[in-house]
Every structure is written in structure tokens, then in C-alpha cells.
């Protein structure tokens, strides 16, 4: 069973590669977008289940913002991708209690973990059976 996915990620060669990965392990990527502007959109008009979200991104606001945006309106799960591993980045972030903290590099294996914990998380949490 694969998920409606939302790729938030302002580096061309990695949504590209993160997309292939996806695709290998039956997931839909519904949308591939840079910003915060063009995921709003992107949620609003498609289905989403799962978004992964670059933590810098194109534009002034963040993944981070995004994730709020997400978290407060949209009540889907979601998974920061970064190459920020550092305890500032990391603090920010976890304020926003994503269902998942991928550091690039990541490997087909690490989204895939990542993937069943953050739906079962975000069942459980929401009530959600079956």
C-alpha cells in the first residue's frame, strides 16, 4: 500500500532522487515543490497523506513555518528531510513534532522506516483504526 505524497524540496537533484525512491517503494509523489507558497497550494488541490519537508527552502519562510501551516490546518503527518543535524536546527524543528527527522544522505531503507513509523504514529494518535 502506498501513500499520497508531498515533497517539499528546493534542490532539484535530491527531489528527483528522493521521487525515484519513493516510486521503487510504491508510493505516489502527487506534487514536487520548492516553497511554502507552492505547497499550500499543492495541498489544497490534491490529496495528500505524508509530506516531507526540506527544512530550508526557497522563499522567506521555512519548512519549519511549513510544518506549523501543516500541523495546525492540515492534520497530516509529516517528516523533515535536512542536512541539518546540529542541536539549534534540531530544537527548532521538534517543536513542531514531526513524525520523522530523515539527515541527508538517507537511503531507501531510512524513508521506508520512517514512512510506517510516522503513519502508525499519526493513526494512533488521531484514533484512527485499520
Do not use: C
Not at 19 to 29: G, I, Q, R, T
Not at 37 to 45: N, P, Q
Request: hydrophobic share 40%.
Amino acid at each position: 500500500m502506498g501513500y499520497q505524497i508531498l515533497i517539499v524540496e528546493d534542490d532539484q537533484w535530491i527531489a528527483e532522487s528522493l521521487s525515484e525512491m519513493l516510486e521503487v517503494l510504491n508510493h505516489d509523489v502527487v506534487s514536487v515543490v520548492d516553497s511554502y507558497d507552492a505547497a499550500i497550494t499543492m495541498l489544497e488541490e490534491v490529496k495528500v497523506e505524508i509530506a516531507l519537508l526540506d527544512i530550508q527552502i526557497r522563499g522567506e519562510k521555512t519548512g519549519i513555518d511549513l510544518a506549523e501551516k501543516i500541523k495546525n490546518d492540515y492534520h497530516i503527518p509529516f517528516i523533515f528531510t535536512t542536512a541539518y543535524a546540529d542541536k539549534e536546527t534540531i530544537k527548532k524543528a521538534s517543536v513542531q513534532s514531526p513524525y520523522g527527522y530523515l539527515v541527508k544522505p538517507y537511503g531507501m531503507k531510512d524513508i521506508s522506516v520512517s514512512f510506517d513509523f510516522a503513519i502508525e504514529n499519526h493513526r494512533f494518535i488521531s484514533g484512527i483504526t485499520g
